[in-house]
């Protein structure tokens, strides 16, 4: 019995030895995993590092939603973003999802989330968890309350805080700054 362990022991000792000089040890891999995963949703670590996606010069309209998984309002209307750039896929806008989740639940909660979902538009996490230090550069009336949505369109803009109860008052709110004649 005292056999069969060591060389156990000395199978897995050969093992790691094996695969370090193939560079494939696991935990090698469970960080190219985390990489994949990081690429997928970018982390923004301060607002500042995120601000230049509300300097709008194009002709673009740009719907920013800012939400959390745990923020139930938040995940009732988030297919209604998924549905408005489905719908308006051919017109210049885009929906930008930031999520305001802790930077460590962005495997645990926000990636399986978006997955499940089958959430398409783009999705990004914001780590500052200082609100007050930066939501007054997206609308002097927010105070840090989820969800909330941020219209952007040449010059003009519109913030609203509160959940969507469909995707037609959605749709109702972008519709000004697609069509406006």
Same mark, same amino acid.
């Given at each position: 019995?005292?056999?069969l362990f060591v060389l156990f022991i000395l199978s897995l000792f050969l093992t790691h030895c094996e695969n370090e000089k193939?560079?494939?040890?696991t935990n090698a891999k469970h960080s190219t995993r985390s990489e994949e995963i990081l690429k997928e949703i970018p982390v923004y670590e301060t607002f500042s590092d995120l601000a230049p996606l509300f300097?709008?010069?194009s002709d673009t309209t740009y719907i920013v939603n800012f939400w959390a998984t745990t923020c139930p309002p938040c995940l009732r209307e988030m297919p209604y973003f998924a549905e408005l750039e489905r719908?308006? #896929?051919t017109d210049k806008m885009r929906v930008i999802l930031v999520s305001l989740d802790l930077k460590e639940h962005l495997n645990l909660r926000v990636l399986p989330y978006i997955?499940?979902?089958n959430i398409k538009p783009k999705v990004v996490l914001l780590a500052d968890q200082n609100y007050s230090a930066w939501t007054d550069e997206i609308d002097t009336s927010w105070y840090g309350a989820l969800p909330a949505t941020l219209i952007l369109?040449? #010059?003009?803009k519109k913030f609203s805080f509160g959940a969507y109860e469909s995707f037609d008052d959605l749709e109702q709110e972008v519709n000004p700054f697609l069509y406006s004649y």
């Open positions: 019995m005292k056999k193939k560079g494939t040890n300097q709008n010069e719908v308006y #896929e997955k499940k979902h369109s040449n #010059e003009r």
